[in-house]
């Protein structure tokens, strides 16, 4: 089992920047490839950015490409996310999710992932 907790959402204004954190407990994530997905009300969880178990590879959804970066910290058993330029179509529950395939590739549909955290509310007003 592994366990994934979020923090660092919270309300900011548009262009400002957060950092979500994920921290993983009862596995160690470094043979887990992570994801970040987001959803906004009424509409369907959307992957936002992803990074293989061995860091090498990442992806971002084309909407958060130059804004977002993800990261792994495989000592700290922790993903991050970091949001720049934040806009009010970013607002959602943003949740991490960890694939147990050691995949070189990252996956984007939320069926290739076994493990969720709770998530976290990001509310960027204009």
């Known amino acids: 089992q592994v366990q994934l907790v979020e923090s660092g959402g919270g309300l900011v204004q548009a262009g400002d920047s957060l950092r979500l954190s994920c921290a993983a407990s009862?596995?160690?994530?470094?043979?887990?490839?992570m994801g970040w997905f987001r959803q906004a009300p009424g509409k369907e969880r959307e992957f936002v950015a992803g990074?293989?178990?061995?860091?090498?590879?990442?992806r971002y959804a084309d909407s958060v490409k130059g804004r977002f970066t993800i990261s792994r910290d495989n000592a700290k058993n922790t993903v991050y996310l970091q949001m720049n330029s934040l806009k009010p179509e970013d607002t959602a529950v943003y949740y991490c999710?960890?694939?147990?395939?050691?995949?070189?590739?990252?996956?984007?549909?939320?069926?290739?992932?076994?493990?969720w955290g709770q998530g976290t509310q990001v509310t960027v007003s204009s």
């Open positions: 009862g596995r160690t994530l470094s043979s887990y490839g």
């Open positions: 999710a960890a694939d147990l395939g050691r995949r070189l590739i990252v996956t984007t549909t939320p069926g290739g992932y076994d493990y």
């Open positions: 990074i293989s178990y061995n860091g090498l590879t990442t």
